[in-house]
T-cell receptor
């Protein structure tokens, strides 16, 4: 099955801990994206990558880090510097390096213990 | 001013009703437009593209009004299963930018 796989579905973070959210796609898409969604709110772009080994900050990058070492993988680390990490995190990908239709994974719900 | 604006709703309609919502955009250089549907606690899914000539897919019709800078989504004969949040997306290829609206919530009641 082709698609975007996010794991885990639910994640709990302790104070001061870094956690990493996984995003893998087998669609052979060039671009990948990370969003944060708070309850009842829209999507906010954290980071995006249009090509391997390159990524750009989105609107709310502070407290987050990413890497793009492989085309199919774009993990997001929520660092201890992110003081309010509780949210729904969505990963997306699109076919081309330019702006294009995005397809989303099922998301990861992160909560703070 | 936001790049893309949507009425958050909720729009509460009975089954069988026709409902429409708009998405306004601020940049006249916007080139591509899409509607996504997001069910509660799920990921957004592409519903349909919006073409200059309009686009119809079953009970759903999407239209673009470049002069007034908005796109619209019309749903005819609403079903309970249409209850969701509808997000619009605007793409500016020349500026390598895209913008998601915050969504309009639709509740279809029996």
């Amino acid at each position: 099955d082709g698609g975007i796989t996010q794991s885990p579905k639910y994640l709990f973070r302790k104070e001061g801990q870094n956690v990493t959210l996984s995003c893998e796609q087998n669609l052979n898409h060039d671009a990948m994206y990370w969003y944060r969604q708070d309850p009842g709110q829209g999507l906010r772009l954290i980071y995006y990558s249009q090509i391997v080994n390159d990524f750009q900050k989105g609107d709310i990058a502070e407290g987050y880090s990413v890497s793009r070492e492989k085309k199919e993988s774009f993990p997001l680390t929520v660092t201890s510097a992110q003081k309010n990490p509780t949210a729904f995190y969505l990963c997306a990908s699109s076919m081309t390096r330019g702006m294009d239709i995005q397809y989303f994974g099922a998301g990861t719900r992160l909560s703070v213990l | 001013r936001k790049e893309v604006e949507q009425d958050p709703g909720p729009f509460n309609v009975p089954e069988g009703a026709t409902v429409a919502f708009n998405c306004t955009y601020s940049n006249s250089a916007s080139q591509s437009f899409f509607w996504y549907r997001q069910d509660c606690r799920k990921e957004p899914k592409l519903l349909m593209s919006v073409y200059s000539s309009g686009n119809e897919d079953g009970r759903f019709t999407a239209q673009l009004n470049r002069a007034s800078q908005y796109i619209s989504l019309l749903i005819r004969d609403s079903k309970l299963s249409d209850s969701a949040t509808y997000l619009c997306v605007v793409i500016l290829y020349n500026f390598n930018k895209f913008y998601f609206g915050s969504g309009t919530k639709l509740n279809v009641k029996p």
